[in-house]
């Protein structure tokens, strides 16, 4: 069975930052890519970032120059959130495609709340 555990969500004022962990657990051969979306209040859930395992990466359009993704050797991804905005306020999900001991699939984690205050 494999586990993503996130971490790192909070409330932040406009214009600060937070940084959001999620780690990978379970019979793992590889990961590729890993990445973030989020869902915000209303919305639908939308891609924020994505990392191959070469290092390759992508960003949603309202995310870029704010936000930098990257990951471990260790299976753990990271978000850097700066200049955070109240539009980035939802709840952000980590999301892997894992080639595992079970074959492969996508897996996600259980979500972290950001909040940013205006």
């Known amino acids: 069975q494999v586990q993503l555990v996130e971490s790192g969500g909070g409330l932040v004022q406009a214009g600060g930052s937070l940084r959001l962990s999620c780690a990978a657990s379970?019979?793992?051969?590889?990961?590729?890519?890993m990445g973030w979306f989020r869902q915000g209040p209303g919305k639908q859930r939308e891609l924020v970032a994505t990392?191959?395992?070469?290092?390759?990466t992508n960003y949603g359009d309202s995310v870029k120059g704010r936000f930098t993704i990257s990951r471990d050797a260790k299976n753990t991804v990271y978000l850097q959130m700066n200049s955070l905005k109240p539009e980035d306020t939802a709840v952000y999900y980590c999301?892997?495609?894992?080639?595992?001991?079970?074959?492969?699939?996508?897996?996600w984690g259980q979500g972290t709340q950001v909040t940013v205050s205006s």
């Open positions: 999301n892997a495609f894992v080639v595992g001991s079970r074959g492969s699939a996508i897996y």
């Open positions: 379970g019979s793992i051969f590889s990961i590729n890519p």
């Open positions: 990392v191959t395992s070469g290092g390759s």
